[in-house]
């Protein structure tokens, strides 16, 4: 398994303003993913953090709203720019492990007044 | 395309009795299948998997799960449910083939509550 560590657990944001959130695993891992969970909602993949390079993004999501770094193996960035209240949700940092299953984090939940 | 149903948005039983959580999928070729669990206030937690070899699965906190290619089905099951197994419960596919893509698609999740 890896442990993951999310910061911050959770926040609460003015409208307009940016939020990154951090994730850190403690061991490389190859595949590094980023979920959103709205509320009362399953999971939607925002995007796969590739390390050094430029994030792929899913349908529906793009680098402007949301960009995304992943300078090393064990570390990732979110952020959330220019918030509206339709940007409250759970986001989630996953990784894939050398056994093939997918691992997540606590989640940082994001509230936008 | 793949995508996973999740036909009852909440099951609820009491305790002592056997808890069943329903899920189907779509995919192209072998499935991946997955079951995650989200207590309040926490990220996903890992319950179990099929990839290949026997239909029944053991996994985490005495669940288990049955693969049935013909149903296209993989229930999640539990004989004996505790309070403690009250908790939202998402089955995920992703295709076999797809061996580098790990991208799972979820169902809309089951609220499970077990009364005392």
């Known amino acids: 398994s890896a442990v993951i560590s999310q910061k911050p657990s959770r926040d609460i944001c003015q409208r307009g303003t940016s939020l990154t959130i951090q994730c850190q695993v403690d061991?490389?891992?190859?595949?590094m993913f980023w979920y959103r969970q709205q509320p009362g909602q399953s999971l939607t993949l925002i995007a796969t953090?590739?390390?050094?390079?430029?994030?792929?993004?899913e349908s529906g999501f793009v680098i402007d709203k949301f960009p995304i770094s992943r300078p090393n193996l064990t570390f990732s960035t979110l952020t959330v720019s220019n918030m509206s209240p339709e940007d409250s949700s759970i986001y989630l940092c996953?990784?894939?492990?050398?056994?093939?299953?997918?691992?997540f984090g606590e989640g940082s939940r994001l509230t936008v007044l | 395309a793949q995508s996973v149903a999740q036909p009852e948005d909440q099951v609820n039983v009491a305790e002592g009795n056997p808890l069943t959580v329903k899920c189907t999928y779509s995919?192209?070729?072998?499935?991946?299948l997955f079951w995650y669990v989200q207590y309040p206030n926490r990220g996903l937690q890992f319950l179990l998997k099929?990839?290949?070899?026997?239909?029944l699965v053991k996994g985490s906190y005495g669940f288990e799960a049955e693969f049935n290619k013909s149903q296209t089905s993989f229930h999640l099951k539990k004989p004996s449910a505790l309070v403690s197994d009250s908790a939202l419960y998402f089955c995920?596919?992703?295709?076999?083939?797809?061996?580098?893509?790990?991208?799972?698609?979820f169902g809309a999740g089951t609220t499970v509550t077990v009364r005392a």
């Open positions: 061991s490389q891992v190859t595949m």
């Open positions: 953090a590739n390390q050094g390079s430029e994030a792929t993004y």
């Open positions: 099929y990839i290949t070899g026997d239909n």
């Open positions: 995919v192209s070729g072998n499935p991946y």
């Open positions: 996953s990784v894939v492990t050398n056994t093939g299953e997918l691992f």
């Open positions: 995920a596919v992703r295709a076999s083939y797809r061996s580098n893509d790990y991208k799972l698609s």
